[in-house]
């Protein structure tokens, strides 16, 4: 059974880093993409950051240049490095992984962003 455990989420003022992991347990086929959601409070979740299976990754527009998405296969954890975090960067932050069966999602981090 494949579980998603993110972890790193926190309370940081503006202009802080953070580092989010989401480690992954159990096996899977073919790994596709691996992805970084947010959904902050009446609003709908956004794909943040994107690591296809050949190591091309891409950003939605509000986070380029301040978040980097990386993985460690051997590991096998998707990372998310936040820097210069901005108040609107609020949200509870979810990994998912896409495989050639289906899609994952952990239970995501709540990530916290105030003077």
């Known amino acids: 059974q494949v579980q998603l455990v993110e972890s790193g989420g926190g309370s940081v003022q503006p202009g802080g880093s953070l580092r989010l992991s989401c480690a992954r347990s159990g096996s899977l086929i073919g790994i596709r993409a691996m992805n970084w959601f947010r959904q902050a409070p009446g609003k709908q979740r956004e794909l943040v950051a994107t690591?296809?299976?050949?190591?091309?990754?891409n950003y939605t527009d509000s986070v380029k240049g301040r978040f980097t998405i990386s993985r460690d296969d051997a590991k096998k954890t998707v990372y998310l490095q936040m820097n210069s975090l901005k108040p609107e960067d609020t949200a509870l932050y979810y990994c998912?992984?896409?495989?050639?069966?289906?899609?994952?999602w952990g239970q995501g981090t709540q990530v916290t962003v105030s003077a």
């Open positions: 690591i296809r299976s050949g190591g091309t990754t």
């Open positions: 998912n992984v896409i495989d050639i069966l289906r899609n994952y």
